[in-house]
């Protein structure tokens, strides 16, 4: 969900120094909020799941952020920033699969 590189390299570290933008912040508190309290999503199929953290992303740009109106909302989604962090999600979980077995 990160906005830069900056901000990507910054979270792994834990840097107490380093201030997120509330922007930032609200944006994954929303996304990790999507992800937990549903029981279709703490199903034992996806629970603590490479695919659950996964699905997380998409289903943040499909359900839950507000567009301008429903055009933006499929630009976003086929073409540009939902496009492009769910794109980034599905890597960085290819690379966490790779590295967990």
């Known amino acids: 969900m990160s ?3 900056e901000v990507f390299n910054a979270v792994p570290t834990n840097d107490k120094a380093y201030e997120f933008s509330r922007q930032f912040d609200d944006v ?3 996304v990790f909020d ?3 309290p549903s029981p279709i999503r703490q199903m034992e ?5 490479l695919f659950g953290a996964y699905n997380a992303i998409p289903g943040y740009y ?3 952020k507000k567009y301008k109106s429903e055009d933006a909302k499929l630009n976003s ?3 540009v920033t939902g496009l492009d962090h769910t ?3 599905f890597e960085l979980c290819m690379s966490a699969d790779d590295y967990l077995n």
């Open 3 to 5: 906005p830069n590189k």
């Open 28 to 30: 994954c508190g929303n």
């Open 87 to 89: 794109k980034k999600a």
């Open 45 to 49: 199929t996806t629970a603590g799941t």
């Open 34 to 36: 999507y992800a937990m």
């Open 77 to 79: 989604i086929l073409y």
């Open 62 to 64: 499909q359900n839950v």
